[in-house]
Nanobody, 125 residues
Framework: QVQLVESGGGSVQAGGSLRLSCVAS????????MGWFRQAPGKEREGVAV????????YYADSVKGRFTISQDNAKNTLNLQMNSLKPEDTAMYYC??????????????????WGQGTQVTVSS
């Protein structure tokens, strides 16, 4: 049973930083695609960043390029998202997702088979 558990959310002021982590367990495939999504109240869930494990590519939403960095720690089966220069519009529930490294566009919810429960990020102005 694949499990994804996020942590690291919280409340910060605009311009601050947070680091989200997602511990993954229960999967045996070496190469997977892991991503971060977010969903603000009243809005659709949107892709933030993705990485293909095993040294693959990374992609970012235009709204976070240059501010967010996605990374993986293979030894700890952990996916991280370093978020700098946070803005009030970054406020959302952030979700970790895992899926095969092929198929749908990385921003598509259908590209992922497993989702975490989410961690809340609140940025005040």
């Amino acid at each position: 049973q694949v499990q994804l558990v996020e942590s690291g959310g919280g409340s910060v002021q605009a311009g601050g930083s947070l680091r989200l982590s997602c511990v993954a367990s229960g999967y045996t495939v070496r190469i997977v695609r892991m991503g971060w999504f977010r969903q603000a109240p009243g809005k659709e869930r949107e892709g933030v960043a993705v990485i293909t494990t095993g040294g693959g590519s990374t992609y970012y939403a235009d709204s976070v390029k240059g501010r967010f960095t996605i990374s993986q720690d293979n030894a700890k089966n952990t996916l991280n998202l370093q978020m700098n220069s946070l803005k009030p519009e970054d406020t959302a529930m952030y979700y970790c997702a895992l899926g095969p490294p092929y198929g749908f566009n990385w921003k598509s919810l259908g590209a992922y088979n497993y989702w975490g429960q989410g961690t809340q990020v609140t940025v005040s102005s």
